[in-house]
Nanobody, 124 residues
Framework: QVQLVESGGGVVQAGGSLRLSCAAS????????VGWFRQSPGKEREFVAA????????SYTDSVKGRFTISRDNAKNTVYLQMNSLKPEDTAVYYC?????????????????WGQGTQVTVSS
């Protein structure tokens, strides 16, 4: 079993930056893909980015391309989401999740282990 813990959220002004962390513990060798998702009040949880744990290949939703960067530190069992040029519409609870099957997916149902989330608030 894998446990995921997010951190790094906070309040930032528009145009600012934050770096989120997702620390994995437990059976970390069974993590082919880690994804970041976000959910704002009244909206469905949506895909933000994903990374292949071994190969390091990445995928992003169009609205964050060029602003967000997902990366991983295998030695620390941690995945990061660097968020630059933040906009008020980026305000949400951000979650990381593990996909046990190889191959990056954007559907929430494709991920089976989730962290508790970290709040990101971008003020205008």
């Amino acid at each position: 079993q894998v446990q995921l813990v997010e951190s790094g959220g906070g309040v930032v002004q528009a145009g600012g930056s934050l770096r989120l962390s997702c620390a994995a513990s437990g059976r970390t060798f069974s993590i082919p893909v880690v994804g970041w998702f976000r959910q704002s009040p009244g909206k469905e949880r949506e895909f933000v980015a994903a990374i292949d744990w071994s190969a390091g290949s990445t995928s992003y939703t169009d609205s964050v391309k060029g602003r967000f960067t997902i990366s991983r530190d295998n030695a620390k069992n941690t995945v990061y989401l660097q968020m630059n040029s933040l906009k008020p519409e980026d305000t949400a609870v951000y979650y990381c999740a593990r996909r046990i099957v190889a191959g990056m997916q954007q559907r929430t149902a494709a991920y089976d282990s989730w962290g508790q989330g970290t709040q990101v608030t971008v003020s205008s």
